[in-house]
C-alpha cells in the first residue's frame, strides 16, 4: 500500500496527530477493519462517502473502504543529517515513504517547550528541510565517483544517471529540494531509484490552537503562502481537538464538530489531501457480499488495477466490465445500468477512472 510519513521537530503534535489517526480507525473497527502495523506505523479508512451510496445501491452486507498508511517518523532534529537524535534510523525510513506530512507547530502554549524557544513555522520547515537536504548531498556525492567511472567507461545508463545525479546536486547546493528538479517523463524512474529525501511531495500540517481550527490562524496563513509558492498543499487542523474526536462515535462527532463549526474532522481532510497528493484514485467492486474500495495510482489500466485485488486477476485478465459510479446510482445498480447500455467492456488498455465500478473476468 501507499504509505505516507509523519515528520517534523519535537513537540509539534506529531505523537498526538498520529494517535488520533489510528484512534479513529480503532473507533470504527466495527465498521473499518484497520491495523496498527507497528507502534508507529497505522493504516486508515480513506474517508469516501460513494462507498456508503454504493453499499446502499447493491445492499451490499459489508463496507470496506481503502487504506492509507501513516509513520510517525519521530527523532528529526537539527544536526539528524549528522547523526543527530535518532539521525540515520529514522532518515530510512524516510526513504521507505511515498509522500511526507509535514507537521509544523503553529499554535502558542508556554507549557509546551518549543525546541527553538518561538513560534516561528517557516523557519522550522527550513530547519527540517535543511537536514533532509543535507542527508540527499551526502548520498548524492557519494555515488558520483563510482558513476563517473562507469560513464567514462562507455556505459550509458551510468551516463544518463550521472546527469540526472549532477543536475540534483546543482540543484541541493543552491538549497532547493530535490522534488524541484526539472525532469523528463522518461527520467522519472531513475529519479525516483536515487530514493533522495526531498524527492518527496510535501504536506504542510499546520497543528493550530482549539480556536482556529476552521480558519487558522496567522501562522498557518503564512505556511499556506509558502506551501502556494512551491505547488504544495497545506491543511491547518488541531491536532488536540482530533484526538477528542477521535474517541467520539460517529453521531457524537457529527454535533461536536457542528459546535466547532468544522464541517468535517481535520484528519478526514488531512487523509484525502495526502491521498490527493500521492495522485491516488479509487475503484470499486461491489456486490451482495461487499462494497470495497481500491487504490490506484491515476493513469492504472485495467489489468494492473486487477492485480491490486490479487496478481492472478492481472495475470490471466481478460476484460473488465465497467460502470461509471453515477451510472451505478442513478440507474440503480448493476442490472439497472445493463439493462440501460450503461454496462462497458473494458480490456488490456483501459485506463481506469475515478469512481469505476468493476468486475474482472479472467482466467485462471
Ligand atoms: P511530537 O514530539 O511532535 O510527537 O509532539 P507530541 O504530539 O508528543 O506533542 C507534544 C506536546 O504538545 C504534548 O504535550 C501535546 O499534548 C501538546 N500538543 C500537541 N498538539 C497540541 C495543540 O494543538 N495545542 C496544545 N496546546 N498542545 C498541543
Not at 173 to 181: C, E, H, N, T, Y
Not at 241 to 264: H, N, P, Q, W, Y
Amino acid at each position: 500500500g501507499f504509505k505516507c510519513g509523519i515528520v517534523g521537530l519535537p513537540n509539534v503534535g506529531k505523537s498526538t496527530l498520529f494517535n488520533a489517526l489510528t484512534e479513529t480507525a480503532a473507533a470504527q473497527a466495527a465498521n473499518y477493519p484497520f491495523c496498527t502495523i507497528e507502534p508507529n506505523v497505522g493504516a486508515v479508512a480513506v474517508p469516501d462517502p460513494r462507498l456508503d451510496k454504493l453499499a446502499e445501491v447493491a445492499k451490499s452486507a459489508q463496507i470496506i473502504p481503502t487504506q492509507l498508511t501513516f509513520v510517525d517518523i519521530a527523532g528529526l532534529v537539527k544536526g539528524a543529517s549528522k547523526g543527530e537524535g535518532l539521525g540515520n534510523q529514522f532518515l530510512a525510513t524516510i526513504r521507505e515513504v511515498d509522500a511526507v506530512a509535514h507537521v509544523v507547530r503553529c499554535f502558542e502554549d508556554s507549557d509546551i517547550t518549543h525546541v527553538e524557544g518561538r513560534i516561528a513555522p517557516l523557519e522550522d520547515i527550513e530547519t527540517i528541510e535543511t537536514e533532509l537536504m543535507l542527508a540527499d548531498l551526502e548520498s548524492l556525492e557519494k555515488r558520483v565517483d563510482n558513476l563517473s567511472k562507469k560513464a567514462k567507461g562507455g556505459d550509458k545508463d551510468s551516463k544518463e544517471q550521472l546527469d540526472l545525479v549532477e543536475r540534483a546536486l546543482k540543484l541541493l547546493r543552491d538549497g532547493k529540494p530535490a522534488r524541484f528538479l526539472e525532469r523528463k517523463a522518461e527520467e522519472e524512474r531513475a529519479f525516483r531509484m536515487l530514493g533522495l529525501l526531498t524527492s518527496k511531495p510535501v504536506l504542510y500540517v499546520c497543528n493550530v490552537e482549539e480556536g482556529a481550527a476552521a480558519d487558522g490562524n496567522a501562522f498557518s496563513k503564512a505556511v499556506f503562502e509558502h506551501a502556494k509558492k512551491e505547488g504544495a498543499v497545506a491543511v491547518a487542523i488541531s491536532a488536540k481537538i482530533e484526538s477528542e474526536i477521535a474517541t467520539l462515535s460517529r453521531e457524537e462527532r457529527v454535533d461536536f464538530l457542528e459546535t466547532l463549526g468544522l464541517e468535517e474532522a481535520g484528519l478526514d481532510r488531512l487523509i484525502r489531501a495526502g491521498y490527493d497528493l500521492l495522485h491516488l484514485i479509487t475503484y470499486f467492486t461491489v456486490g451482495p457480499k461487499e462494497a470495497r474500495a481500491w487504490t490506484i495510482t491515476k493513469g492504472t489500466k485495467a489489468p494492473a488495477a486487477a492485480g491490486v485485488i490479487h496478481t492472478d486477476f492481472e495475470k490471466g485478465f481478460i476484460r473488465a466490465e465497467t460502470i461509471a459510479y453515477d451510472d451505478y446510482v442513478t440507474l440503480g445498480g448493476e442490472a439497472g445500468a445493463r439493462d440501460a447500455g450503461r454496462l462497458r467492456l473494458e480490456g488490456k488498455e483501459y485506463v481506469v477512472a475515478d469512481g469505476d465500478v468493476m468486475h474482472f473476468r479472467f482466467n485462471t
